[in-house]
């Protein structure tokens, strides 16, 4: 590293509030949130007013008053840089200074995702010749998307990575290994590589299927951390299980994200590694890292000094409260590339209040996604499906590599084949494979209702099915339906 990079990197540190977390934080993500949060307090006298002084330690109520505040603080941002929010706030006659509590932010008109992809340059707070990176994203809807991130933003996303790191158990005896294929409109190993960098933790980063070049990365690192996509760390699991006993590499955590993790799934890699596997939710519109599991497993912590989430009943637009099942919603408290404000993101959560008994006091959780608005198909009568509910019902033995799903008619009833890529075919596993898609609740009630004809299971061999990133897993091939 040369003495330019050897400053760079040091101005960098200087700035990351994550090397101010202690190091006997109980929850240091939890604790970043706090210090970014006073640090807010602190600077602006007419939040101190509001919370009444910087508090010795935070509590909900002061921490939404932070959030509501910083809503406000983007609004003006927006009308001030960002086309799309000048016409879109003017048109609908709301003004910063209308949005004082959380139900006021039903005030505020929804960005819809293809509002995004229609306009993408019209969301910029600056000109792209000051964005610091540009990115592309179709998700999982299919229409690109132009993401832009300034300096500040990508430092932002550090930090979080930095403490969320911290937060799953790394030490600077660690190293990380990335997983990730690769992919031209985002690559997470620059971020991931970057927050190690920071908290002085090894890091190493292996994007191909080949089993041999993981392995020897995986080794030579000294690898104690694993974390990628987890349709990819799943595929090089089964191909890697029979060379060698992954329970003897040292693995203590997998980190799972970008993509949906199944708990059928988690099983087999957990039993298979020996650890338990966390999973990771967030979206590339806000930079990835957006919600962490902790070791309870039992929701994800959420990046709430970055973000403002509500979860919406997607037909009326109304707040639904915490516990129940609704669309979530993001506001970004502190982009300043790409700006988005009640942004739509089309997946199904619920949010669960503090605190959590790994030791978070006010830090709000979300459930994992149970499906996507965008992704659902009907069958039967009016039954909606969606990929996750299959990666349930197949990723239940470790033979299973890959699968996809075509629906047909037969007759006046619904056909679902499942093409399932396996190492080893056996007339036992289809027969497992059928009752697992036969008991999924709604092609169960479809059956039971004469709609859904018996799934079929079609296996092919091991290789002859292409991975991809966010594979379209469900192909409705019928001529009529509903």
């Not at 929850?27 to 640090?39: Q, R, Y």
């Not at 031209?184 to 292996?206: E, F, Q, R």
């Not at 949010?351 to 030791?359: E, F, Q, R, T, Y």
Request: charged content about 30%.
């Amino acid at each position: 590293m040369g003495l330019r990079e050897q400053m760079l990197s040091i101005i960098v540190k200087h700035k990351l509030l994550s090397r101010q977390v202690p190091a006997d934080a109980e929850f240091p993500l939890e604790s970043w949130i706090e210090i970014k949060a006073k640090k807010e307090i602190k600077k602006n006298r007419e939040l101190k007013e509001e919370v009444g002084g910087v508090p010795e330690k935070l509590n909900r109520e002061d921490f939404e008053k932070y959030q509501i505040f910083r809503v406000r603080e983007q609004m003006k941002y927006a009308e001030a840089n960002v086309p799309y929010y000048r016409k879109k706030f003017k048109d609908a006659g709301i003004r910063p200074e209308d949005i004082r509590t959380y139900d006021d932010l039903e005030k505020i008109p929804f960005t819809e995702p293809l509002d995004l992809a229609e306009n993408s340059m019209y969301f910029y707070g600056v000109s792209s010749t000051k964005m610091a990176r540009e990115f592309t994203t179709t998700g999982t809807s299919g229409h690109r998307k132009f993401i832009g991130y300034t300096v500040n933003d990508l430092l932002g996303k550090v930090d979080i990575i930095s403490s969320a790191l911290a937060g799953v158990g790394m030490t600077t005896k660690d190293s990380l290994h990335v997983m990730f294929p690769l992919v031209s409109a985002w690559d997470p190993s620059l971020l991931l590589v970057s927050a190690c960098n920071v908290l002085g933790y090894g890091s190493s980063v292996c994007s191909e299927a080949d089993i041999d070049k993981q392995l020897e990365t995986i080794t030579s690192a000294k690898s104690s951390f694993i974390i990628g996509l987890p349709s990819f760390i799943y595929r090089v699991t089964v191909l890697m299980k029979d060379k060698v006993d992954l329970r003897t590499l040292g693995i203590k955590k997998i980190i799972s994200t970008s993509e949906p993790l199944s708990e059928s799934m988690r099983a087999i890699l957990e039993d298979l590694w020996g650890c338990k596997v966390i999973d990771v939710w967030g979206m590339t519109e806000f930079g990835l890292a957006c919600a962490i599991e902790c070791d309870e497993q039992n929701g994800l912590h959420t990046d709430e000094a970055n973000m403002l989430l509500e979860v919406i009943d997607p037909e009326t637009g109304k707040h639904v409260p915490d516990g129940d099942i609704g669309e979530l919603v993001i506001t970004g408290l502190h982009s300043e590339g790409t700006v988005l404000i009640r942004y739509r993101t089309h997946d199904l959560v619920s949010l669960i209040p503090p605190k959590c008994n790994c030791g978070s006091v006010f830090n709000k959780r979300i459930t994992k996604p149970s499906g996507r608005m965008d992704l659902q198909i009907k069958v039967g009568l009016g039954y909606k499906i969606y990929p996750l509910l299959f990666d349930e019902a197949v990723f239940i033995d470790p033979d299973v590599l890959d699968y996809s799903v075509n629906i047909t008619k037969d007759d006046y009833r619904d056909l679902i084949t499942v093409q399932v890529e396996v190492a080893s075919e056996s007339e036992e596993l289809r027969e497992k494979l059928v009752e697992s898609v036969s008991s999924i609740m709604e092609i169960a009630d479809g059956m039971n209702d004469d709609l859904i004809a018996k799934p079929v299971i079609e296996f092919i061999e091991q290789g002859s099915m292409e991975y991809a990133v966010k594979a379209k897993k469900i192909k409705d091939l019928r001529s009529v339906y509903d």
